[in-house]
DNA sequence: CATAGGGGTTCCAGTCACAGGAAGGTCAAG
DNA sequence: CTTGACCTTCCTGTGACTGGAACCCCTATG
């Protein structure tokens, strides 16, 4: 398979793809005319890739999850420490969010956003 | 005021407000001795940036609403509109993290977590 | 008066996970 | 033979800073 074929089948860009090799993600082989071969141990492993990332985990956490899926005799618990420390870190990234829209849809709700300069959310913004 | 004293009063680091400078979110005056000095309408346009980036806001965001902040005739229209597309923002991005931390608090509590191999984390990764 | 420390200054590199684009090589179809 | 789609490498840029090096300035103390 080319780059662009497995781009297709696993929905992540080409240039993604270069760039998983380029960190040392997966290592395609090279044809004779220089272009990337990847067989389906290297889409397997880019699908695994594209779901870890779309859950928000981070590259380095990918690649110790890669590392853990290809090894036999690891240990459970060492994939779900992992998968709980993120997990904590989207629920204290949630928590942050959603206290700015809390403050902000106040303001925003009590703007009148009329052609006249008076503004709650500069008022919020200009003082505690 | 030194840049420290601006820091201080305003939570900001000093290579924050250097940084701000340096993109023309602020401009102070300069000492004989190179330094900068930050009058009360600098530090109150510091402490403004300060609250609206804790917000969330990006920093092109935050030069609008400065430029708006300055502007007498100004119309609340044009703040509320800033305001509540970046609500929109947060609360799509609160909608994602939100997926992710469903998706991830299953396959967490499906996970024994032992020193076994077996891990429906892995599985969950491995197929759609 | 020398010095030590705690300010301040500039500039450069690194972060994270790519995306965009230039310049060029390769391949299959018409 | 040419066209156009694909592939290659390399370089730059993103956002909003952060860290660090190398250097200058100011005040207090021995």
Redesign the pocket.
């Known amino acids: 398979m ?4 497995v ?1 297709t089948q696993t929905g992540l ?4 793809i ?2 998983y090799e380029d960190i040392g993600l997966v290592t395609p082989e090279r044809g ?5 071969i990847f067989g389906q141990s290297d889409a397997h492993k880019l699908a695994f890739l594209a779901r870890a ?1 779309a859950l928000g985990f ?3 956490d990918c690649r110790n999850l890669l590392a853990l899926w290809g090894d036999r005799s690891r240990a459970s618990a060492d994939v779900r420490a992992i998968a709980k420390h993120h997990l904590t870190e989207i629920e204290t990234k949630i928590a942050g969010l959603a206290a700015m829209r809390d403050t902000l849809a106040e303001l925003v709700q009590e703007c009148a956003g009329d052609n006249r300069p008076d503004c709650p959310i500069l008022k919020g913004l200009e003082g505690a």
């Open positions: 080319n780059i662009g074929d781009a860009p080409a240039k993604t270069r760039y004779a005319n220089g272009y990337r990332r981070s590259i380095e």
